[in-house]
């Protein structure tokens, strides 16, 4: 019997690691498939917010359940797992098979550090996947030393590579991002509250508590209308009207944070700037547990994003047409909003544009961007 077994810590497994597994599958044609997920040591816990390894083992048959078995070896293990015990396990389970790791091209280059080495090249075979960009001499030199000093067999295999990290995903999943080589995961990730602090709601009346305590009177006022104005634009467009009055309230939570409460915010999340947008999407997201389409539209009230959903887009407009605003034409986009989000979207961007030139200020080039999508340009 062939095998092919391919480890890792999979926090979370994700469509690259998929994309590898079936390079190999199609490469092998090997007769079992395994699926390893590594155990947690209590010297080397995973990093914060990493699910249980029951919720793991779940997240990898999920997967990769359709192509491979996912073996619950090495996860359910309390001793430090290493690759040469994991083999002689499986060899026990199907003695005489013919077992090949996948790997990566950085375990090639640390193979010649794995706990005794020299005895598993006697009983497995590698496959070591190279990306387009890796420096195949230095893989090659490597193959070449590992094969001359233990003997190993390395099959080098040519791989168009999906380049996404599980710790850029962790990252991205905490803050509500909907990031795409986890997709099929998401539903899952979200319903048993995976990687982030919380993923119970609060009730409406514990956000106004939590908004007055923290905004101005005005501030608070402008959120309550914009909340109410979202949910009335939602129920005319068929969209949920509670998660746009949730998002309506939340959208200018940071608003009002000093400039060393918003760098805080963005560093704890590790966003690329301190947009008070993006910083209140990520702790309604991971701090107060709203969804993830909630936190979207919070993170993109600003200044809108291309490609953003018609919930996002009643949650940019409420906010600048909400009852307080009496700036001239409001009124007429309050309705027009009603009929067509993309049409008051597309007005108040040519209103907020216009003012900005008018007070010498510079076009906002991502609303622009946004107003060119919407425009078909
Ligand atoms: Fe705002
Ligand atoms: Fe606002």
Known sequence: MNILLYGGA??????????????????????????????????????AYSPSNAQRLELCRAMFGDIAEVSD????????????????????????????????????????????????????????????????????RQALYMQQTYGAAIHMLKHDAIEISSSTLRVQLRRGDLPQHITPLLPYIDELGLYRTKSEKLSTSEIQRILQTTLSDARYRH???????????????????????????WHDLTKEFSHAEQAAVADNFKLPSSCHGQTAACLCFDKYGES??????????????????????????ADKCEPGRDYLGVAQWRKLAKIDLNAAFIAIADELTGWRISQSKPAAPKLLAVRNWLMGM
């Open 73 to 140: 070896i090495e996860i359910n293990s309390n001793d430090t797992n290493y690759t040469i015990h994991t083999v002689q396990k499986l060899l026990q389970q199907y003695p005489g098979a013919k077992i090949t790791l996948g790997i990566g091209s950085d375990m090639l280059l640390a193979l010649h550090q794995w706990y005794k080495v020299d005895k598993l090249c006697q009983i497995v075979e590698f496959s070591a996947l190279s990306r387009c960009h890796d420096d195949d001499t230095t893989l090659e």
């Open 223 to 249: 959120c309550m209308r914009t909340a109410e104005f979202a949910a009335e634009l939602a129920h005319c467009h068929g969209l949920d009207a509670t998660e746009a009055l949730r998002a309506g309230l």
């Open 292 to 317: 993830r389409e909630v936190a979207h539209a919070v993170a993109v009230h600003v200044c809108g994003e291309i490609g953003m959903s018609e919930f996002a887009k009643c949650i940019y407009i």
């Open 10 to 47: 999979f926090n979370p497994p994700h469509m690259g690691h998929r994309h590898a597994v079936e390079t190999f599958k199609e490469a092998h044609m090997p007769d079992k498939l395994i699926i390893m997920p590594t155990g947690t040591s209590p010297h080397k816990p995973l990093p």
